[in-house]
């Protein structure tokens, strides 16, 4: 049975990563850039992660829009695609 807690802290991890490097998680799904079951693959990844409190610490400077997430990101490449998606 999967940790809700852990799912919810990761999920809020993905969400406020998407917001800190320009990306409404939603818009892209409403807009078809991002399939719903990319974000909930996306969760699933950061809970693999070994790094979420320096995610965390990360995300809680208080720095504008960044253009990279950090370098041990497991959800990099998707973060990156969905940089390049106009707005």
């Not at 990563?17 to 996306?42: C, K, M, N, T």
Request: charged residues 30%; negative net charge; aromatic residues 4%.
């Amino acid at each position: 049975m999967p940790d809700i807690a852990k799912m919810k802290r990761h999920a809020s991890l993905v969400d406020t990563a998407a917001a800190r490097l320009g990306i409404d998680l939603e818009e892209q799904a409403l807009s078809g850039a991002l399939r719903f079951d990319e974000i909930s693959d996306a969760v699933l990844k950061c809970m693999s992660c070994t790094n979420p409190d320096d995610c965390a610490h990360w995300l809680s400077r208080n720095e504008p829009v960044a253009e990279s997430p950090p370098v041990y990101c497991r959800n990099k490449s998707l973060m990156r695609r969905l940089k390049e998606v106009p707005a």
